[in-house]
Antibody
């Protein structure tokens, strides 16, 4: 059974870089069927997609965060990572990693399943 | 940028049918999916590709998508269905989530 687990510091200072890692177990991150994604949720608010990565390193980013986001993959460790630079209090959120699944019989049909348990990152001095 | 609009809250009595809508420009031309999120938990996929249920999701969950509106329907709503629900679609390789709907079963 596929599982994803986020890890990283729970507290980051303003203007610094947030770094998180997602460890995938139960399947290979190098599968050609899937992308791997980061999604965040500020306390009491909705979901926001951050970006996606393929095992080859191809990435897609949310245009609103693109200038500050880097997502990378380490296939040898079955992990992918998120870096978000110049953070402010507005970046305080629960950060989730998830697998993006594509439909096999329909085009442009994608969904996220499963999700990791999430990790709260607070930006504060 | 593309937007998906959901009602902030929906209330339903136990055993009745709950309908949660998600509106977006020509949403029916895209595929929509739905996630359920209970307090303190990660989101769980309940509907994908407009109307398909993942393994393990009860049959009382169903979905449709036409015109500008996708709808999540929960038939015979149970207390355990009380949660936040989010719709999601894709637009030009960008992921878009709706703002979420809090379903209250009372």
């Amino acid at each position: 059974q596929l599982q994803l687990q986020e890890s990283g510091p729970g507290l980051v200072k303003p203007s610094e870089t947030l770094s998180l890692t997602c460890t995938v177990s139960g399947d290979s991150i190098s599968s050609s069927r899937y992308f791997w994604v980061w999604i965040r949720q500020p306390p009491g608010k909705g979901l926001e997609w951050i970006g996606s990565i393929f095992y080859s390193g191809s990435t897609y980013y949310n245009p609103s965060l693109r200038s500050r986001v880097t997502i990378s993959v380490d296939t040898s460790k079955n992990q992918f990572s998120l870096k978000l630079s110049s953070v402010t209090a507005a970046d305080t959120a629960v950060y989730y990693c998830a697998r993006r699944v594509a439909a096999t019989t329909a085009t442009l049909s994608y969904w996220f399943d499963p999700w990791g348990q999430g990790t709260l990152v607070t930006v504060s001095s | 940028s593309y937007e998906l609009t959901q009602p902030p809250s929906v209330s339903v009595s136990p055993g009745q049918t709950a309908s949660i809508t998600c509106s977006g420009d020509k949403l029916g031309h895209k595929y929509a999916c739905w996630y359920q999120q209970k307090p303190g938990q990660s989101p769980v996929l309940v509907i994908y590709e407009d109307s398909k249920r993942p393994s393990g999701i009860p049959e009382r969950f169903s979905g449709s998508n036409s015109g500008n509106t996708a709808t999540l329907t929960i038939s015979g709503t149970q207390a355990m269905d009380e949660a936040d629900y989010y719709c999601q679609a894709w637009d030009s390789s960008i992921v878009v989530f709706g703002g979420g709907t809090k379903l209250t079963v009372l």
